[in-house]
């Protein structure tokens, strides 16, 4: 079985020095002139689940093994009592395999539904709402302290977004403190990291937070619930699936949060409203990102 580290974890954050991951590209300007910007890149990451192709995912490149362990719990592909035996990354190949002591139940389901329907990805998404309607989630508490230390934290913090754009990203924290900050070109593989690196250090989900700059949408709500988080902070906005399926769950959900406001649509009774807003300042023009106009 993969060893579960018990240690305190390590802060993981986003390595805005590492060449990998973006790249210089020339183009012009609306004046005609010649200038020269960082962009993302895009490399795609090919997941084996045992001896079963599961998916090819466009992504930065960071931290394979957890994105690939992420993505296998929040698609249910991979049960939290299944036993990893190895994750392995090949970088010429671009491949990452995971495996199981044992076959799961996936590997089977996923081959009828290709030779059946050829569409395994619909019936999985079904699948999905089922496991997260069984789900209950723990009690906790959302000190807006808590709310407004984390969200200047965040903002202060270097990023890839801010040195190339174009990339979404998720932290995981613990009352204002982040512990885990990842991004993506997609933030469902910013969200899969989180979910990959807390099940391979054992995090336990019961008193943490999810930020992620990105939309409040179902696949963010489902995500968060499969991860059972109870809180999920963004300083974008909803959509109205996502606002009903955390209801129906419980999950607090809190999005529009930038500077001294934020707007709570679903786990309201969680908020204790402990911080006294004259002592909060406003957003700095300097980190404003995604969201400003409308709901990226």
Not at 7 to 22: E, H, K, M, S
Not at 103 to 114: D, P, S, V
Not at 251 to 276: M, P
């Amino acid at each position: 079985m993969m060893k579960i580290d018990t240690a305190p974890p390590p802060l993981i954050v986003p390595d805005t020095d590492d060449p990998r991951l973006t790249e210089s590209v020339t183009g012009t300007d609306q004046s005609g002139a010649r200038i020269e910007i960082k962009v993302p890149v895009e490399r795609p990451l090919t997941l084996y689940l045992n001896s079963q192709e599961i998916v090819t995912m466009m992504t930065i490149g960071d931290y394979p093994e957890y994105l690939a362990l992420g993505y296998l719990l929040n698609q249910n592909m991979l049960k939290y009592n299944d036993a990893v035996t190895e994750v392995e990354y090949d970088d010429d190949l671009q491949v990452v395999v995971v495996r199981t002591e044992h076959h799961t139940n996936f590997e089977a389901k996923l081959k009828k539904r290709t030779q059946t329907s050829g569409c395994a990805q619909g019936t999985a998404f079904g699948d999905l709402l089922e496991a997260v309607e069984s789900v209950a989630l723990p009690k906790a508490e959302l000190r807006t302290s808590w709310l407004y230390q984390m969200t200047q934290t965040i903002n202060t913090m270097p990023s890839l977004y801010l040195e190339a754009g174009a990339i979404h990203g998720c932290v995981l924290c613990r009352e204002g403190e982040p512990l885990c900050y990842t991004e993506d070109v997609g933030r469902h593989n910013a969200v899969d990291k989180i979910a990959g690196w807390m099940y391979r250090h054992g995090v336990d989900a019961s008193d943490k937070i999810l930020y992620t700059t990105g939309r409040l949408t179902s696949e963010m709500v489902i995500k968060t619930v499969r991860m059972g988080i109870p809180i999920l902070v963004s300083r974008s906005g909803f959509t109205a699936w996502g606002v009903d399926l955390a209801r129906q769950v419980g999950l607090t959900l809190v999005g529009r949060a930038r500077g001294k406001r934020f707007i709570a649509l679903s786990g309201a009774e969680r908020i204790v409203y402990d911080q006294n807003l004259a002592y909060v300042e406003e957003e700095s023009a300097k980190h404003k990102r995604k969201g400003e106009g409308g709901d990226d």
